[in-house]
């Protein structure tokens, strides 16, 4: 098995495991689960093995692992020209399929525990509902129901559907990371989309649910549209959509010399725009963020997957890929730039007026994708990377937390039965620290890397490196935006814990939470440690007392895939001192602020600007889906449907009717029936009555008649021929 | 001398005298006697060449002693048929044997 | 004018006459008499010929035999002993016109015959007819085949006679 056969083979279970499912096994849960979480251990380990094996390579970005590319599509130019695709495993490949297969593991593990398998079947439980509790006959722990038997949650109706449809998810993640073209990038991106749409509605018996995935896909398909549009541009000015060819020095110096005709932009800055529209879409920037935090309708394995492991990463890994091609033209760099450090503080301000402990993380991932595109906009290529890993292992793990939250409060709430009781709302929790304790310590580390906690998280490093890369290069405004954005993010993350897990428990439900399976606590942990180690690998050479003691591994390896190799900036303490301060100073305010805050009325930040998201659902909804209802339904399906085609087709009818009444009346029945039909017959009765008068039976007349016409050709005879 | 011409007009006129009975007389058994008629001028003819050709060939009369057969033979056919007939339909007027008209 | 052909005249108009007759007669009977002069006409006629068994065949057969058959017929077949009627159909002028037609048709043929005016040729002395006549009715080289057949057609004659006049069963 060579490296370049594993790496081809990466993405092949986790579909694998969608077809068995969907075809096979899809009555049997425990066959389907066995059969996901397998295929995700398959591709994980294919990866290890992989990245394992990259670590090896020298100067991996000159000598990519992938081997040749295959031939696919035959091109018409001439004989034995093919579109080709292939794999590639570069360094910034290979730390992101590091991250994603750690992450879709674990995330394919909680979903088990997540989904209650191994709980009896509901009461009234409905494919296409979420389950509701199933009453037990036996002795719970609780005696409080009155009657005896009490409820306990029940396994998901459609479980091995959802496996099938995060195995797909996954593969579709792989063969993104693994392309080494923008084709095959594309699929990769596309099948996200679809998965994201089955699965933010898997729950399609509600109407919220439905409408959050119709979103959701519509949101992403309006950047989608855009970035065809540039790989089209791309492919007509390049003729290759494959990386290495389009990075090679002559290309990008083509694209980068060529106007293209739109607001000046050369060929390469409106391809990079039109891919980073895409991005927007994709990675929920502003404006088409929309759609992000009602993809909360999902499960929340669903979210962790969309929102940290894999969709909205690729659209930044999109840019990161493509950044030899999108660095070219300023203007597009200032577009990136400028929108990521604005949706960076936009979502922020957003985040700390919601209530939902999963809308706050939506909000939140929103905030940090923001502060991964403004840093690629300001061409901190490391530091981009960096925080899209550590994000990804430190937002997975915030989310699968709030779910671990999440699937206490809703035992605490099967328990009082008082099903009013929201459990994803945190003025409903509470003091949970006592009652899920693995749930808190992890959450609490994750929030902790989101904040940028000093030296011990993840989370601090990455971002420390963005604001120096921002402060070093001299973009003050976006220094100051995402430095502000990160006092946000602290403060909105301590809010979430004290009022989840510190305090006391505000309702009954909370004190009845429990402590969630080792299924779905153990990806916690996992994560949690990579939420603290994996910082460690990008220590800068000249932070004070730690740098050099281990070697910036991290920007040696990632910056080796840029054909120039990217220097560190240098050292300046005010970004550290800036990063300390908005970390530490905004948890500990948020602490302070809300520890004594025990619901929405005494809380002073539930402003309605920023509780109702600065009313963009509501502008969007008048302005763009009103008048679409308005013109499906008037104007093509009344007028142009309903008259003008109807009225066509209505016509054929009447018409036909006619003509073939007027045929039938004025030829078929006068001329085939009378004439010639019943004037044959009348004519041959006429001839045979006239005729039968000569058969009189009168042997004389016979003889008569014989001899007349003997003589008669007698004479004809003797005259003619002998004559 | 009697030239041959004679004798063939004399069997032609007998044949005319014996169609015109054929033709023209309503019972049947006078029709069947003009049909005698025309077969014995038939006979003469037969005869008559006979004997104005090649006397050692026996030929006509050999034709004229088969005529005499099929001739006995057929009057006898022929007046049964007329006799039975006769008992059927009480009738032997030729033109009330119409039964196979239209 | 030859004795001969004098002789002819006058049997030829006999017997034409006779057949004129037979055909016009009211009384059947009388045809059926007029018929038996008729047939000794032609049995002279044959004599003329030198057809000497020709002759009396004809006598023994026609008259003796088929003329009695025919007044044996006609008896059979008496509604009563009065001919009432019209003997003639009522289309017997066109039945006379195609006669005359025919009659001159045959004479207007002839006329185109070169062979007409034949005359009779000797017959060679010593010429037995009637031998020659029986070795041609019986030599397999000669007539044979339609003499056997003749006489097949007899008793089928004579056979389907007797059966179709036989009486019904009732």
Redesign the interface.
Known sequence: MTTELLIWLIPLPPVLAFFLIVLLTNKNKALSHTIAVGAALLSWLGSMIVFVQALGVEHLGEHPLGGEPINWLPLGESVDTYFKIGVLVDPLSAVTLFFVAWTVLMIFLYSVGYHNFGQPEGDHDHPGLPPHGATVEEHGHQRSSPVGKHVVPSIEPMYSRFFAFIGLFAFGMFVLVLSDNLLTLFVGWEIMGLCSYLLIGFWYAKPSARDAAIKAFITTRIGDVFMLLGIAYLYSRAGTLTFSEIFAEETLHTLATIPSGVLGLSAAGLIGLLLFIGTIGKSAQFPLHVWLPDAMEGPTPVSAMIHAATMVSAGVYMVIRMFPLISLDPTTMAVVAFIGAFTALFAATIAVAQNDIKRVLAYSTISQLGFMIAALGIGAYVAAVFHLVTHAFFKALLFLGSGSVIHGMEHGVLHTGNHKVDPQDMFNMGGLRRKMPITFWTFLIGGFALSGFPIITAGFWSKDEILADAFGHGHTAVFVTLAVAAFLTAFYTMRQITLTFLGEARTKEAEHAQETPWTMTLPLVILAFFAVTYGWVGIPEHFPALGGLVPNWFHEFVGGTLAEHPEAVEFSVWPLLTSLFVALGGLTFGWLVYRNVNSAAEDRLQIPVLKNKYYFDEIYDRVFVKPAYWFAETVIYKFMDQSVIDGILHIFGPVTDRLGSAIRNYFDLPVINRFFGDGSANVTYWFGGKLRAVQTGRIQQYLMLALVVFIGIGAALYFFLLA | MVPLSWYLIFAAALFSIGLFGVLSRRNAVAILLGIELMLNSVNINLAAFWRYGDVLQMTGQVFAIIVFAVAAAEVAVGLALVISVYRRRNTVVADEINMMKW | M?G??II?ILT?LF??GS??M??TSRN?IH??LW?VS??FG?AV??A????A??AV??VV??IG??AI??I???M??R?DMRDQ????????W???L??????V???F??Q?WN???????E??AG?D?IS??G???ISPD??VL??EV??V??V???I???Y??AF?RK
Do not use: C, H
Not at chain 3, 85 to 92: D, L, R
Not at chain 3, 98 to 103: A, D, T
């Open positions: 030859t001969e052909q002819f030829a017997t034409l057949g004129f037979v055909v059947l045809a059926a018929l008729a047939l032609v006629t044959y003329l010929l030198s057809a068994f020709l065949v004809q057969v026609y035999a088929i058959l025919f044996f017929a006609v059979l077949t509604k009627g019209p003997q003639m159909n009522s289309n017997w066109f039945g006379a195609l006669s005359v037609l025919v009659f048709g045959l004479f043929l002839l185109g062979g007409l005016s034949r005359t009779a040729s017959i060679p010429f007819a020659e006549l070795d041609a009715l000669a007539y339609p003499f003749a006489s057609l007899l089928a004659a004579l389907g006679a007797v179709v006049a019904n």
